[in-house]
């Protein structure tokens, strides 16, 4: 069993900028994509990044450019710098790990097609 731990959610002004890491435990094997999804009140869990153990990075339209995914796969750690925030972005910050075949597999941009999940760090932007 996997667990994630995420932090560096927080407040922070439109146009900002939040840095979220996230930590395996025990380290994810070595095909394990990692990602991050959000959540904001009353809407689905959304695919926000992912990347996969051969560093291949995937994004949403609207965060790309924005935001940028990155692993340090001896570490086991997952991280998300996001600049230029915008209040649309308040969420709930998930970070996900799930194995989709292959080192250089596309992950999912699906919520259920992952295995495990953090527990969760607020995002919020003020306008």
């Known amino acids: 069993q996997v667990q994630l731990v995420e932090s560096g959610g927080g407040l922070v002004q439109a146009g900002g900028s939040l840095r979220l890491s996230c930590t395996a435990s025990p380290r994810t094997g070595s095909a394990d994509a990692m990602g991050w999804f959000r959540q904001a009140p009353g809407k689905e869990r959304e695919f926000v990044a992912a990347?996969?153990?051969?560093?291949?990075?995937y994004y949403r339209g609207s965060v790309e450019g924005r935001f940028t995914i990155s692993r340090d796969n001896a570490k086991a750690t997952v991280e998300l710098q996001m600049n230029n925030l915008d209040p649309e972005d308040a969420a709930v910050y998930y970070c996900?790990?799930?194995?989709?075949?292959?080192?250089?597999?596309?992950?999912?941009?699906?919520?259920?097609?992952?295995?495990?999940w953090g527990q969760g760090t607020q995002v919020t932007v003020s306008s």
């Open positions: 996900s790990a799930s194995r989709f075949g292959s080192m250089r597999a596309t992950p999912s941009r699906n919520a259920e097609a992952w295995r495990y």
């Open positions: 990347i996969n153990w051969a560093k291949v990075t």
